[in-house]
């Protein structure tokens, strides 16, 4: 029988020959060595599976270590270990990647890491990583840190802080977010552009609205002038200077003329008649003087409140609403009566608030306009009607300013999007209007919302801002 070779060597060492014993020996002997052969085989096949299954394995690790160092530098990020105490450090090879560092070179200590970290983040991360060693736990914050090249560059760091052999160790990831952060200041500096194109767009809404009432006015205050000069023109007062001129030459003989000349006995009842046709002319031209300066009052009111709506919006003022609901409808009046719209009232009483009144009256305008074009889209209801409604809301502390209107109303699929912008059901509408007031309603810490039942059944706009009373002033002594 062949023996493993390891089992033949020590039997070689030992001179065992099978043929030095008897056969009953020799039957035992042989009986045991191959059981000891058999164990000898079995170790070497536990050792072949095993350095087998080393060898895969390393060449697994390879593998996943290699497609780790992939995925690290497709994603821009690397992995980091710390030690700060006793200040040892470890960066995965990514991670020297992003610094701008050979791989390999030691990592920067703990101290140069500060010193690479913006000034203005500086004191943040220190801070973390006090309160981090202080408390186990998972941390994360972004900030910007100086890289080989001399740029600064943005880092989303989260980590982990665990104790390890009695130290605070932290284990993180830095994710280089350095592109993601310029197009966020991209994207920021075009959404204030199109917030200033949206306020800018608005108040030319206004203005244009104003302008338009304007030249209402302008136009009646024309009639009333030219109404003037033809009525002038017309006066009986030029008979005056002709009753005047013939007293005059007959002034020597003034009671001798009356009493007795033919032309002098009609003198008195002329000057009676021409009296009463001045007191009348005088009647009409007074009545179409006060419409003149009523015209030019509300022209310097409507300028009043395009000086209000026109200056810097920011500056929270102690606003009366209904006062300020009244200043909007005077700024959106586009001769309501002549068009059949019935302006309805309906305030509870509400204190002065503390907000902004630019933002306030842009909303107020914008939403009254709308109103008074849905209106005049309906031809259903032969009376339209806007009804704006003041009312308190105590239990969340809000105002609310109800526009409402029986007009065209709003198909229930844009009810939801009434609000974005660039929408609108306007032929040369623009979409931004409700956009922005959405927008200043929520900068003044409200909303706006909007309530229809359909086309035909009217809208309904819900102004909502926080009722912020006046402190009152501070008592002395």
């Known amino acids: 029988m062949e023996y493993h070779r390891l089992l033949q060597r020590q039997m070689n060492r030992l001179n065992l020959k099978l043929t030095d014993f008897s056969s009953e020996q020799k039957e035992q002997l042989e009986g045991f060595l191959q059981l000891v052969n058999k164990s000898y085989l079995e170790a070497d096949q536990e050792r072949y599976l095993s350095e087998r299954s080393m060898e895969i394995s390393s060449r697994e690790l390879l593998e996943l ?46 101290d140069q890491f500060l010193k ?55 284990r993180g990831i830095s994710l280089d977010i350095t592109e993601r952060k310029k197009t966020e200041q991209e994207i920021t500096s075009l959404h204030n552009q199109l917030i200033l194109a949206s306020r800018l767009a608005g108040m030319a809404d206004v203005a244009s609205s104003l302008l338009h009432n304007v030249g209402n006015v302008l136009n009646s205050a024309t009639v009333s002038v030219d109404f003037l000069k033809e009525f002038i023109g017309q006066s009986k007062i030029k008979e005056v200077d002709a009753i005047t001129l013939l007293l005059q030459e007959n002034l020597s003989r003034l009671p001798e003329y009356i009493a007795t000349d033919p032309q002098g006995k009609f003198v008195p009842e002329f ?28 022209v310097n009111d409507i300028i009043v409140s395009q000086n209000d709506i026109s200056r810097a919006s920011g500056m929270r003022e102690n606003i009366f609403l209904p006062e300020a609901i009244d200043t909007a409808l005077e700024m959106t009046d586009f001769a309501f009566e002549e068009h059949n719209i019935h302006i309805m009232k309906n305030y509870q009483k509400t204190p002065f608030v503390l907000t902004d009144k630019v933002k306030l009256l842009q909303i107020l305008v914008n939403l009254i306009r709308n109103a008074k074009d849905a209106l005049m889209e309906n031809s259903v209801d032969a009376k339209k009607i806007i009804t704006i409604f003041l009312k308190k809301d105590n239990l969340n502390n809000k105002l609310i300013i109800k526009v409402k ?68 002033p501070l008592m002395t002594t």
């Open 65 to 110: 270590n290699k497609n780790l160092e992939t995925a690290q530098h497709m994603g821009h990020l690397g992995y980091w270990e710390a030690d700060i105490v006793n200040d040892k450090i470890f960066w995965s090879k990514e991670l020297y990647i992003l610094h701008g560092l050979t791989p390999g070179e030691p990592p920067p200590k703990y």
């Open 116 to 170: 690479s970290v913006h000034e203005d983040d500086r004191a943040h991360i220190k801070s973390l990583i006090k309160i981090a060693l202080a408390k186990e736990g998972t941390y994360k914050t972004e900030l910007r840190i100086r890289v080989a090249s001399g740029e600064y560059r943005w880092f989303h760091v989260m980590f982990q802080s665990f104790l390890k052999d009695g130290a605070h160790i932290l």
């Open 271 to 298: 000057i009676i008649v021409l009296l009463q046709k001045i007191k009348e002319e005088y009647t009409l031209i007074s009545k179409e003087v006060d419409n003149l300066s009523k015209h030019i009052t509300h």
């Open 405 to 472: 209107d029986n007009g065209i109303g709003i198909a229930a699929e844009n009810l939801q999007k009434i609000f974005t912008l660039g929408f609108t059901t306007k032929e040369r509408g623009h979409g931004m209007g409700l956009h922005m007031s959405a927008l200043n309603a929520k900068e003044m810490g409200g909303s706006l919302e909007v309530e229809s039942g359909g086309i035909g059944k009217g809208a309904t706009f819900n102004l909502i801002i926080p009722k912020v009373e006046v402190p009152p």
